[in-house]
Structures are given as structure tokens and as C-alpha cells.
């Protein structure tokens, strides 16, 4: 669905995308990695079509280039800033939205995408009386009026609180259970770890791995470390069979608990650019 | 197209829901409005420019416009036709007309037999404390070639000769008739010239006489004049009416782009050039809205009268595609809405103020006059006055009409194309 190939990007002497490559199938939803600075926004504006690379290819399913009408009909924004007018109400917003795409009955779609997200309550409110919660969960709304089929959220859930987190991530999957290809940028580990298909941690401009969470870890996350306490005290050691580990210390005997610390995607992170994810 | 029709209907929906922006937009022009209507005193530390025409030629005539033109008070143009005079009414290079009818001289001849001169004055009603000044000002001027008529004793020959005749027809007693007969020989007498041939010196008695029958005979309005001083102010008003639509508009670019929206606008199937004609739009249809809500209000409220209706619906098309102009400059110029606003309010208030949206430009200064030229506010208030109180034709149209879309094309182009670089 999205074919990204070899795009680069510079800004002055900055290279702000060197030589990226991927691509997302339908009912995928793919990870962008990466701190501030990683590339992952300005890829975002190649894909959809806001910035042109200076080089290399991109083409949104069969339309082609995400620069032309057709392909911008398919692609959905959710952008890392809250892009919603404010003084208008939650119904208005997605109206206007629908409206500008062209959409069919726009009240009904409105209506539709606040029940998807669980704003239809508050349907006529103005979006500044809005917690931020409550407006990342528009912003998402916002992107999905015109039902797209290539969707890119960029940091769709930075700092909202818990519920409205987890109504984010439950439409993220519904969106890709439907068919949709989704690219996904985050912070947030964990959530990467539970929704992302495949991933791709990028830095500097650059994508240094790309796969699934598993394929990642297990190249890249080192060994898992297993810890045993007994009463001759704790025990740590490092491997990449934590089961066969757990086995040898409670044939053993003597073992009083055990605990497993498997490498995660910070890991992979820390192991591949020799740095934290949020440093 | 029709998503920018949506695009303009969502940012007017937003003006409404912004008090301070609709405000300025609409209460504000009309506050202005009243304010100056109210308030006009027309008053001037220049001298009152002022037309004459003399409808026939004779000595007393030349005696007044002689007076008119060496009184300081006066700034004078002699014109050859009374539309000549007119039309300098209407154009504000005047504050009035002063019509000298043939029957002037004649008037002035039996100005003490039943008879008595009269004066036309055609005056700019917008500026009545002014007109109000100039009505005693020619009483003034009146009475003294009056009294200069007297002092000549040829003249003053002439008007004995003509109090004789009237005299002959009345019904007056004989002792009556006689007594008065007394008292004209002995006024020849006294009038008669000295033996260096030099007049009579006027004396005090005479100097205290008031020539009450010199008469302003017209002294009302005339088409083509503004009917109040509202017929001016709400004109003026339509100045502030753009300013504030202008600015509201300006920053809406940058105020997409501050608050991610335009990222939203540009992914969507719209082009960058349908997003720049949607807020062109928005703010067109906000300058013909306050535009009409002003001509309108002037028009039920305070007898605005607007002369030529199809010119009007003209006027405000043009002064809003030249002001939608001046919007997308404004809005390719700075890439903040606190930029866009800060500047644009700067920038558009002093050329309201020279373009003649607080002191009428027929007040200012000359110099001040020349430099209103450069302010796009003086050629959208002169062509609203033109197609309402100045009852302007297309020929006098053409000029500020011509200017209003040269605006507009070079604004819409210039700002259309900084826009899209910027964006």
C-alpha cells in the first residue's frame, strides 16, 4: 500500500532523511522509532505528500505519488500537533473536514467517527473546552473522515492520560483489522511493542533496523537476564535461553523466586545508536 | 471550488465565533461611523474654499465677487458654468456654491425701495457648521458692497432714482410722500460727489445699517450632495469595515499554520491554490457583507441616499476583490498570526488614517491630500461616496474602480504566489 523507496531529504547541509526504504501492506501497522531529530516527521511529510524528496520514490497504492490528488484521497493525517479549530464545536470540525473531501452525508460521518472514538456526547462542544485527552482522540477522528487507507499518526497519544490512550490504540488496531495500512511514529515503547506488526528505528535520518518486535529483539535486545534468588542469595545470569535457565536453577533446588528481564525494543534502541530512546 | 466555498464558510464561522475579530468587523466600522456623523464640526484653519458663479455680469456683482475674493476667510473659484460649480461641490474641492443671479445688480439698485438682492448658496450639507459660517460670512461680504453701492455716489444716484419711482406707485398719504421726497433730496445732497470728485464719506448712522433684505434665497441641499453629514461618515466607515476584515483575514494563514490545521488543509484532495481562494473568499464576502450592512444602516437609519444602485453593487465588488488583495499580501508577508496582525494593524491603520477614514480627505492638508493617493481606503471610500452622495457617472468612476482592481489583480497574483512559496 505504501511503497517508500530511497527518499532523502536535506535541509541546507542538514540531511534530515538519508536514504530511507519500506514499505506497509494493507492491514499493517508499521512502528516509526526514533528521538527528535530521527527523520521520523519530515518522512512523514514526504509520504504524505507535504515536502517533496530530493530524491527517491514514493507511491500510495495505485495512485502514485502522495503529491497527487488522487493519492491525497487516500492518505489520513493525524499531525503530532493537535489540529483541530478550536473555537468550532467537535461535530464542526469533522463536518468541515468531510465537506472538504468531498464526503457524502458529513453530519453522519461526523457522528460516526465521534461514536468510534467516544466523543459523540460531546458532539457540540467547542473543542477548547476539549481535555487533551479528549482532543488527541478528535485529532485521530480528524484523519479518518474521509476513510482513508494509508493513515500516518505521528505521536498520537503523547500526553494523554490513560483511558484516552488506550480508546487511541483500540481504533489504531480496529483501523488496521479493517485493511488499512498504518504508519505509526511514538515514544513510547511499550505501545510499539503492542500494536506495531513490524517496526523500524531510525536515527540521524537513517533506518538502522527494521522488522518485526520479535525479529528485532532477537537481533538486536542482547540476552535476557535471569535473576534467582535462594537463601545462598541472588544469582544473575545472562542468556539467550531464559527458559532452559530457569529449568537448570530449579532442578538445582533451593531457588526461592525467579524473575526474567527480556530485552525490549529500548534495548534494541540503546544496542543499535549506543543511546536511550527519549535521551 | 466548493471546498473552498466550505473553507470560506468555516473561516467566517470562525470570525463570528472570534468576539474581538467580529467586533472589529462589524461593530466598530459603524461605531466609527456614528462617532464621525455625530461629531463632524468641518471646521478648518484653512481658508473656506469656495465656488461662484455669476449668472450675468454687472458692477455690484463684480463688487461682491471682488469682496469674496479679497476676504481672507475665502479661498475663491470663479467658474464659468453653475455644474462647473457644482461639481466642485460634490467633489469636496469646495464647501459651496455661491450663485450671483442676474437680478443681483437690480436687486442691489432696490435694495432700500421694496426690492433687495438675492444670493444662490449651494452647499456641501456634510459641512453645515461650515455652511453656517459661510451664510455670515457673505452677509458680511454682502453688506459691504452694499455699503460700498451706497458710498458711490452714482450708484447711490441710481437707488434714490429707483426709491423715487417705487415711490410714484405707492399709496402713501401726501405729507408722507412729502417727507420722504425731503428726506432723498436731502440724501442726493449729501451723497453728492466732493469737489475733489471724491465719495462721501460714509457716515456712522450708515455704517450701523443692516442690508437685512440681501437674502440668502438657496441654501439647500441639491442632488449629488450629501443629504447629513452620515452620508459622509458611513462612507468612511466602509474604510474601517475593510481594515477590520483585512486583518481579520490577513493572519489566517498564519493562523492555519500555527495551529497544524493548514498541514490538514494541504494533505486533503484540496490544492494550495483552492485553500488561497477559499480565504480570499472569506474575506470578499466579509468586505461586501460590512460594506452593505453599512449602506444599508446609513440608508433606514440616517437618509443615506445612495445615487446610482447598480454602481454601488459595482463598488462594493470591487473594493472587496481589491481589499481580498490586499489580504493575501498581508498574508504572504509574515508567517505569525501575531506578525500578520501585528504589522497589518500598523501598516493598514496609517493608510486608513490618510485614505481618509478618520478626517475627510477634503479636510486635510494639501500636502496630505496628495499622499492619500497611495492609500487603497481613499479609492474605496471615493467611489462608495461616488455611487452615493456625490452621484458620480462611470466616466468619474473609472479612475478609483480602476485602482481598486489593479489592487486586487496585483495583490491576489503577488500574495497568491508568496503564499504557495511559503507554504
Avoid at chain 1, 525490549?264 to 535521551?279: K, S
Avoid at chain 2, 450708484?155 to 417705487?166: I, K, P, T, W
Avoid at chain 2, 456712522?204 to 440681501?214: E, I, Q, R, T
Avoid at chain 2, 433606514?300 to 490586499?326: C, D, K, N, Q
Wanted: neutral net charge; contains cysteine; hydrophobic residues 50%.
Amino acid at each position: 500500500m505504501i511503497r517508500v523507496r530511497d527518499i532523502r531529504k536535506s535541509f541546507g547541509s542538514i540531511a534530515a532523511v538519508d536514504g530511507v526504504t519500506f514499505n506497509v501492506q494493507h492491514g499493517e501497522i508499521f512502528g516509526l522509532l526514533g528521538p527528535n531529530g530521527a527523520g521520523k516527521s519530515t518522512a512523514i511529510a514526504m509520504c504524505t505528500g507535504q515536502l517533496a524528496p530530493d530524491s527517491g520514490s514514493i507511491e500510495i497504492g495505485e495512485a502514485g505519488s502522495p503529491r497527487a490528488a488522487r493519492a491525497r484521497a487516500l492518505i489520513g493525517l493525524a499531525p503530532q500537533q493537535i489540529a483541530l479549530y478550536e473555537e468550532l464545536t467537535a461535530r464542526e470540525n469533522l463536518v468541515f473536514l468531510a465537506r472538504v473531501h468531498g464526503m457524502p452525508e458529513p453530519v453522519r460521518r461526523a457522528d460516526e467517527l465521534l461514536d468510534m472514538v467516544g466523543l459523540l456526547p460531546r458532539a457540540r462542544d467547542r473543542v477548547a473546552t476539549f481535555s487533551g485527552g479528549m482532543q488527541r482522540r478528535l485529532n485521530l477522528a480528524a484523519a479518518l473522515v474521509h476513510n482513508p487507507t494509508a493513515i500516518f499518526l505521528d505521536e498520537p497519544t503523547a500526553g494523554v492520560d490513560p483511558q484516552s490512550r488506550t480508546a487511541i490504540l483500540d481504533v489504531v488496531q480496529r483501523l488496521a483489522t479493517e485493511g488499512r495500512a498504518v504508519i505509526y511514529t511514538t515514544h513510547y515503547m511499550e505501545e510499539a511493542q503492542r500494536i506495531c506488526s513490524r517496526v523500524a528505528v531510525m536515527d540521524r535520518g537513517r533506518v538502522l533496523a527494521i522488522g518485526t518486535v520479535a525479529e528485532l529483539i532477537a537481533e538486536h535486545g542482547g540476552e535476557s537476564v535471569v535473576t534467582v534468588d535462594s537463601l545462598a542469595g541472588e544469582h544473575r545470569v545472562r542468556t539467550r535461553e531464559p527458559l532452559r535457565e530457569i529449568e537448570r536453577a530449579l532442578a538445582e533446588g533451593g531457588a526461592t523466586a525467579v524473575r526474567i528481564e527480556q530485552p525490549d525494543l529500548e534495548m534494541v534502541f540503546l544496542a543499535l545508536t549506543g543511546r536511550r530512546l527519549r535521551d | 471550488m466548493r471546498a473552498a466555498v466550505y473553507l470560506a464558510l468555516k473561516d467566517l464561522r470562525l470570525l463570528l465565533r472570534d468576539r474581538a475579530a467580529a467586533f472589529f468587523t462589524f461593530v466598530f466600522p459603524l461605531a466609527i461611523a456614528l462617532f464621525f456623523g455625530y461629531v463632524f464640526s468641518g471646521t478648518t484653519s484653512e481658508p473656506l474654499r469656495v465656488a461662484a458663479f455669476v449668472e450675468q455680469s454687472s458692477p455690484a456683482a463684480t463688487m461682491l465677487i471682488k469682496a469674496l475674493d479679497e476676504d481672507g476667510g475665502f479661498k475663491l473659484t470663479v467658474t464659468d458654468a453653475r455644474a462647473a460649480g457644482e461639481q466642485l461641490v460634490r467633489r469636496g474641492d469646495a464647501v459651496a456654491l455661491v450663485i450671483v443671479p442676474a437680478a443681483y445688480a437690480e436687486g442691489i439698485d432696490g435694495v432700500f425701495s421694496g426690492g433687495g438682492a438675492k444670493l444662490g448658496l449651494v452647499v456641501d450639507p456634510s459641512r453645515r457648521a461650515e455652511g453656517a459660517m459661510l451664510v455670515g460670512k457673505i452677509h458680511e461680504v454682502a453688506f459691504r458692497t452694499v455699503f460700498a453701492a451706497v458710498g458711490d455716489p452714482v450708484q447711490f444716484a441710481r437707488v434714490l432714482d429707483r426709491m423715487e419711482e417705487s415711490l410714484k406707485a405707492s399709496d402713501f398719504s401726501f405729507t408722507d410722500r412729502l417727507a420722504i421726497r425731503t428726506a432723498l433730496s436731502r440724501a442726493r445732497t449729501m451723497s453728492a460727489p466732493a469737489a475733489d470728485g471724491s465719495a462721501v464719506k460714509p457716515t456712522a448712522s450708515l455704517a450701523d445699517w443692516k442690508p437685512v433684505s440681501v437674502e440668502i434665497a438657496e441654501l439647500s441641499m441639491r442632488p449629488g450632495v450629501p443629504a447629513n453629514s452620515f452620508a459622509i461618515s458611513f462612507m468612511q466607515g466602509i474604510a474601517w469595515a475593510l481594515f477590520g476584515a483585512v486583518l481579520s483575514f490577513g493572519s489566517g494563514i498564519a493562523e492555519e499554520r500555527q495551529r497544524g490545521t493548514l498541514v490538514r488543509l494541504l494533505v486533503s484532495p484540496m490544492s494550495p491554490n483552492q485553500i488561497l481562494f477559499g480565504k480570499a473568499l472569506a474575506c470578499f464576502v466579509t468586505c461586501l457583507a460590512t460594506e452593505w450592512m453599512l449602506v444599508f444602516f446609513g440608508m433606514f437609519v440616517f437618509r443615506v441616499e445612495v445615487s446610482h444602485w447598480p454602481l454601488m453593487v459595482v463598488v462594493t465588488l470591487v473594493t472587496a476583490f481589491g481589499f481580498s488583495g490586499i489580504m493575501m499580501l498581508l498574508a504572504a508577508g509574515f508567517r505569525t498570526q501575531g506578525g500578520a496582525q501585528g504589522a497589518g494593524r500598523a501598516v493598514l491603520l496609517v493608510l486608513a488614517m490618510i485614505g481618509g477614514g478618520t478626517v475627510p480627505i477634503v479636510f486635510m492638508p494639501p500636502f496630505l491630500r496628495v499622499a492619500s493617493n497611495l492609500s487603497p481606503f481613499k479609492w474605496a471610500v471615493l467611489a462608495a461616496e461616488g455611487a452615493t452622495w456625490r452621484s458620480w457617472g462611470m466616466s468619474e468612476m473609472l479612475l478609483p474602480l480602476a485602482v481598486l482592481v489593479a489592487i486586487g489583480v496585483f495583490g491576489l497574483t503577488v500574495g497568491t504566489a508568496l503564499v504557495r512559496r511559503s507554504i
